[in-house]
């Protein structure tokens, strides 16, 4: 071989720059590895599955001639291709189509897989509901309790207001102690009771704080005509029928 001529233009055009060849030949080998694959794709042996269904695909698509007998006979009756089935064409144009199973489960194994998702679907919906609901009635409960502790607040307030109203009224005429132990607002004490006060205490324990204001407010009107909610001592028990709402704070509001 001849010797290379370094001062040549071949030479000169060439590009020399740090990196780039190494660049082209890591291009190169990519190049070659894609070549040898697509090589050994055209080389490699199909397999039985794939050969069938190459077949099969090939098949499919390909229309019925006239040597197949179901297509002879069709056109002997007068059927066109293209032309949908029925004497009066209202059946199919295109054929049923091909469903191939390749897997290794049982007939109905895709029904039973449907319905258990739609079952466990179904549950799931069962159970966000039957949730929603439970979450709806502690709501509901929660809203009752808090009402009903709003309204017991508010008759022990209308109580200790009948009481500080029936011991000021008592004193103006002079009783010195009250008809019921618990009319009168009872001072804090220290000192120990006697077993009368005691009993008195079990005796006025019993009853709830609505039934305490309905009998203190009952002895309010009868004895000073007097009515915690209207703030007003009325003169006689017929100014008191004629002038008051009634004998509850729901008629007063």
């Not at 397999?47 to 069938?52: M, Q």
């Not at 007068?78 to 191939?100: C, D, F, H, M, T």
């Not at 709830?208 to 209207?230: M, Q």
């Amino acid at each position: 071989d001849d010797e290379e001529d370094y001062m040549s233009d071949l030479f000169i055009k060439q590009d020399v720059r740090p990196g780039l060849p190494m660049v082209r030949r890591v291009k190169e080998a990519i190049q070659k590895e894609e070549k040898q694959k697509e090589a050994n794709e055209r080389n490699r042996q199909k397999s039985i599955k794939e050969e069938e269904k190459e077949r099969r695909d090939l098949v499919l698509k390909s229309a019925l001639g006239n040597e197949n007998k179901g297509f002879a006979l069709l056109q002997k009756m007068g059927y066109k291709s293209g032309q949908a089935l029925g004497k009066s064409g209202e059946g199919i144009v295109e054929p049923i189509p091909l469903n191939i199973k390749t897997g290794l489960s049982g007939l109905g194994h895709e029904e039973l897989k449907k319905r258990k998702a739609e079952e466990k679907l179904e549950n799931y919906r069962q159970k966000l509901h039957m949730k929603k609901q439970a979450n709806e009635q502690a709501a509901d409960q929660f809203r009752v309790r808090f009402k009903t502790k709003q309204e017991e607040r508010k008759m022990e307030g209308d109580l200790r207001k009948s009481q500080r109203a029936c011991q000021q009224l008592d004193m103006q005429k002079d009783i010195d102690v009250p008809k019921e132990t618990w009319f009168w607002i009872e001072p804090e004490v220290e000192d120990k009771k006697d077993e009368e006060d005691k009993q008195d205490e079990c005796t006025s324990s019993d009853l709830s704080v609505s039934e305490k204001l309905h009998i203190l407010t009952a002895y309010l009107r009868e004895e000073h005509f007097y009515c915690i909610w209207c703030g007003t001592t009325y003169e006689d028990s017929e100014d008191l029928s004629s002038n008051c709402p009634g004998d509850s704070a729901a008629d007063h509001d």
